[in-house]
């Protein structure tokens, strides 16, 4: 593995200083733009860049003394000089791409930045799938900083995942050159209880002087939250509400705002900003989730900030919770996130702070993309066999395993029904009364039914559960082995022959995503690294992810990203009913929980 090489600002400082001082040619320079400084949260008209060894060596009102024979000039003609764009919190996994393809999605959007939390490969390979994730991102001609996992499983007790970590990985990981801090403290009852392993990963991180992410999903803001941000967090992504967004800032956490592909947090969190009148140093944009179509679609973090000020959010203020705060919180101040001489020189030439038009990005003093086209290469681990062969099913399964059995003599049972909301991560716990046929359950209308297939270790397993929210007519079905957090097989459907199919269909192909209907697949999306993401580039798979999102909407379902919600309902730490390998949870109460109330 070759590191993509940067010089520090260390050693690198003498010439930096002498390109400032007119003694040294720049090897960049940019000229007459409007340079937008997120240090005072000015607009400079009529400015230059100067950059060498990657940094910016000169920010000011004219270059021409650092311009020599060989120094490359780009003429901003008046458009808007930018930081590059920071993902303060986010898994690539989620985007079904690796590092380096996912880099080369976003790059074309302005995103230079990105800090990554790959807890979705430490469920399935453990600490070596982290290491994999991590050696890839310091390819990338792209900052890419990890942060180690800290939660598989994210509720012990509750799941069963394909490895463990502990304190003694953290406590290696820190070690890594690529390592920013902790990932998302998702085990928040084990910080409030006083567990010692998450109190001892919270430690080793916090020893190594790094930062702890974190990840309150609770609606409680009383006695449980203070003791979590008493343990160490340093920042939250999980606040849906103006109050959970107060509420972290004033007790010195960061509050991160998320537009993903399906979490749509932004607006109602940024008042606290544009209405209360907070600082909004406390404050960070975030994607958390983004499938590959809205990558390609939609855009990154240039989407996340313009949709900020579309909510009201001064485009300089949305622009500094996307660069300057963002590495402000991970110690990064000085080393990116502005343009400042010293700093990285990530920078986009713009020509409307509004509707952000992305026209050119530059990353370490080079130009990555233009016009909408990505300029470089982005190199590519070679992922070891083993990564590619993750789904152990066991044996063929059967109809019959999908099978709900009825209590002797009932009638019919009322049964707890996961019940899923569109555009957030939250369920509901629902009860409904399912009716019976000869001894089984047999949901109708809108409950359909969900099975969580165990695929790490080949046991054959299968829990049954309903589900209701999705839409789905006809016999139909549809699997996943993206399945947050332990990344087992959900497969969710109105027909037991048909879940049958799809859960074997992707144990024939390595893992992925299929749609069945009356006994046909729709759509496969193959994902055979760790059954979560594909080296293939984001157009090609973000085209297959369109192919199965046009499946589930022929199935009836028109819920807005559908598929997040799908991969989401084994997620056991976020309120309030899911399904793991162990049985249906009830996270109100972190708890196992019998499926049927009572019987009639």
């Known amino acids: 593995m070759e590191k993509s090489s940067l010089t520090s600002w260390v050693d690198c400082a003498a010439r930096l200083v002498a390109v400032a001082a007119g003694r040294e040619a720049a090897d960049l320079v940019i000229r007459d733009g409007a340079w937008v400084n997120v240090h005072t949260r000015e607009v400079l008209q009529n400015h230059d860049l100067a950059i060498a060894e990657g940094r910016f060596a000169y920010c000011g009102p004219d270059a021409a003394h650092c311009i020599g024979d060989e120094t490359q000039v780009i003429k901003a003609e008046g458009r808007y000089m930018i930081p590059g764009l920071c993902d303060g919190h986010m898994h690539i996994e989620s985007g079904m791409l690796t ?3 996912f880099a080369a999605a976003v790059i074309p959007h302005g995103t230079t930045t990105m800090f990554t939390d790959p807890h979705e490969i430490a469920n399935v390979l453990g600490l070596r799938g982290v290491r994999l994730m991590h050696d890839e991102a310091l390819l990338q001609p792209i900052s890419i900083f990890t942060q180690m996992p800290s939660c598989a499983p994210s509720a012990p007790g509750l799941e069963t995942t394909g490895y463990e970590i502990g304190p ?19 085990n928040f009852p084990g910080v409030v209880n006083g567990s010692q392993q998450m109190l001892a990963e919270i430690a080793a991180t916090q020893k190594a002087g790094k930062t702890v992410g974190g990840h309150y999903a609770s609606p409680d803001l009383g006695p449980d939250f203070h003791a979590y941000a008493a343990g160490g967090p340093a920042d939250d992504h999980e606040g849906t509400c103006e109050a959970d967004a107060i509420a972290r800032v004033r007790q010195g956490m960061r509050s991160m705002m998320r537009l993903g592909s399906a979490w749509y947090d932004v607006e109602s969190q940024i008042t606290a900003v544009t209405e209360k009148g907070l600082d909004p140093r406390g404050f960070i944009l975030c994607t958390d989730d983004c499938h590959s179509g809205t990558l390609v679609g939609e855009g990154h973090m240039n989407r996340v900030v313009r ?3 579309a909510c009201g959010c001064d485009p300089v203020v949305a622009l500094q919770m996307a660069t300057l705060n963002t590495a402000t919180h991970f110690g990064l101040e000085r080393e ?6 010293g700093r990285r020189a990530d920078v986009i030439l713009t020509s409307d702070l509004v509707s952000l038009p992305i026209e050119h990005v530059i990353a370490r003093g080079v130009t990555v993309a233009h016009a909408g086209q990505i300029a470089v290469d982005c190199p590519h681990l070679d992922w070891p066999v083993d990564a590619r062969e993750t789904v152990k099913l066991g044996r063929m399964l059967k109809a019959t395993d999908f099978e709900i059995k009825a209590p002797p003599g009932a009638d019919s049972v009322t049964a707890k029904v996961i019940g899923v909301v569109e555009n957030q991560a939250p369920t509901k716990a629902l009860i409904r009364k399912i009716p019976i046929e000869q001894g089984l359950l047999k949901p109708s209308g809108a409950v359909c039914q969900i099975a969580l297939v165990e695929r790490h270790r080949g046991t054959g397993s299968v829990v049954n559960g309903l589900v209701e929210g999705f839409g789905y007519q006809g016999r139909m079905a549809m699997a996943s082995t993206v399945a947050h957090d332990s990344h087992h097989m959900i497969v969710v459907g109105t027909n037991r022959e048909d879940m049958a199919l799809a859960a074997n269909r992707l144990g024939e192909v390595g893992g992925g995503i299929t749609v069945f209907k009356d006994g046909v697949e729709l759509a496969l999306v193959e994902l055979p690294i760790a059954g979560l993401m594909s080296d293939a580039p984001a157009a090609q798979v973000a085209a297959k992810a369109d192919r199965m999102v046009a499946a589930m909407a022929e199935c009836g379902c028109t819920l807005n990203n559908a598929y997040m919600q799908h991969s989401l309902l084994a997620l056991v730490v976020i309120p309030e009913l899911r399904i793991s390998d162990l049985g249906l949870v009830d996270v109100t109460k972190f708890e196992i929980t019998d499926l049927f109330e009572e019987t009639g």
């Open 99 to 101: 590092p380096a393809e």
């Open 168 to 186: 003694d990985d953290v406590a290696e990981a820190m070690t890594w050159p690529g390592i920013i801090g902790l990932g998302e403290m998702m």
């Open 307 to 309: 949709h900020a000020i």
């Open 336 to 341: 990116l996130g502005s343009i400042s001489p």
